[in-house]
């Protein structure tokens, strides 16, 4: 994989870690994958065998909801990711969604992550923003709000964005009037409202811990985040409960910054977990377990070159990461 992935070092590859609200139906979440892959390339580059590729899909039963790892040259992912989105808009219908995660949107929220040093972050806030208006065009009664890069000219971030738009209220049966959107018609109960944006990669680790005292998971969510002084850098947490425990959700974001390898920084899941597990202590409660959802943004770049210039589209079926 390395071998492959040093003897083409030109490619300009993105990737997009799309949230949808549905987990407990394997062929729905199947054929949103499936319309990811398969249609005809606009990169020219003639090193790759296939558009697109789904890297991983992970779906949590109890939270209903899951993670779809789309990676394709910068040409491909608008496509790849509307066609998808197509298809779970159609089949997912948010009326009729439960689950123990925050949600606006049937198509909760696509990030556009550069996994490379030739594509820039803004150059993935340009494609965000163009597939945000594609989306509310072509499909009637869609709303979209804008973060990160594609929130031009104001660049806020995901978190801002979510509580300004109330997000993190999100729940079967939510007043959709007191929701806000940028883009398309206003939040409907079908369709409800789906984030699109650009930001560094951001890898999802989370940590379990052993009870059920949900104000201590909060407690540790908000110990650890980087908005907080003596914080982890570039995580966003938040604490849920999930399967009769207390789930600590953290998304890592990549640093902007590089390593003197050209690498990209970011606080690791070591990191995160040693940091719950020190805290958790101190009140006498164990870990339960940490789970990774995805790659690190080196990873998603290895693995997807690596499958690009296979021509394994369906790479997620190798990879044995699908939980439902």
């Known amino acids: ?23 407990r139906n394997r062929a729905l979440v199947e054929s949103v994958a499936n319309a990811a892959i398969n249609f005809p390339s606009e ?7 296939c558009s697109s590729t789904v890297l991983n899909i992970f779906s949590d039963y ?28 159609s089949e997912i219908n948010l009326e009729k969604h439960s689950g123990g995660h ?21 150059e993935c806030g340009d494609v965000a923003l163009h597939l945000a208006r594609r989306l509310v065009s072509a499909i009637d009664g869609t709303s979209v709000f804008l973060f990160g890069y594609a929130d031009q000219p104001l660049l806020r971030g995901l978190v801002e964005r979510r509580k300004a738009v109330n997000w993190y209220d999100g729940k079967h049966g ?9 883009l398309g018609t206003p939040p409907s109960p079908r369709y409800g409202c789906t984030g699109v944006g650009a930001i560094p990669y951001v890898t999802n680790c989370n940590v379990t811990i052993d009870c059920q ?3 201590l998971g909060r407690e540790i969510a908000k110990a650890i985040r980087a908005s907080t002084p003596g914080g982890l850098a570039g995580v966003q947490s938040m604490a849920f409960e999930h399967e009769e425990r207390v789930e600590i959700a953290c998304n890592v974001e990549a640093s902007k910054e590089l390593s003197s390898e050209g690498n990209f920084q970011y606080t690791s899941p070591d990191q995160i977990e040693a940091c719950v597990r020190e805290i958790a202590a101190k009140k006498g409660v164990n870990l339960y377990g940490t789970k990774l959802v ?3 943004p080196d990873e998603a770049y290895r693995r997807a070159v690596k499958a690009l210039c296979e021509g394994n589209a369906s790479a997620w079926k190798q990879h044995g990461e699908y939980r439902m």
């Not at 939510?174 to 940028?182: A, K, N, P, T």
């Open 43 to 49: 990169c020219k580059n003639s090193l790759l065998k």
């Open 174 to 182: 939510m007043d959709f009037g007191r929701v806000g959107w940028d």
């Open 102 to 122: 925050p949600r606006l949107g049937s198509v909760d929220l696509i990030p556009i992550h550069t996994i490379t040093t030739s594509v820039t972050v803004a």
């Open 213 to 215: 005292d949900l104000n």
């Open 62 to 89: 109890d939270y209903n909801r899951s993670v779809i790892t789309i990676a394709a040259p910068v040409e491909n992912i608008e496509e790849s990711v509307f066609r998808a989105c197509e298809v779970a808009y």
């Open 294 to 296: 995805g790659f690190t």
């Open 1 to 23: 994989m390395n071998q492959i992935s040093r003897s083409v070092p030109s490619l300009r590859l993105v990737a997009c870690l799309l949230n949808i609200s549905e987990a």
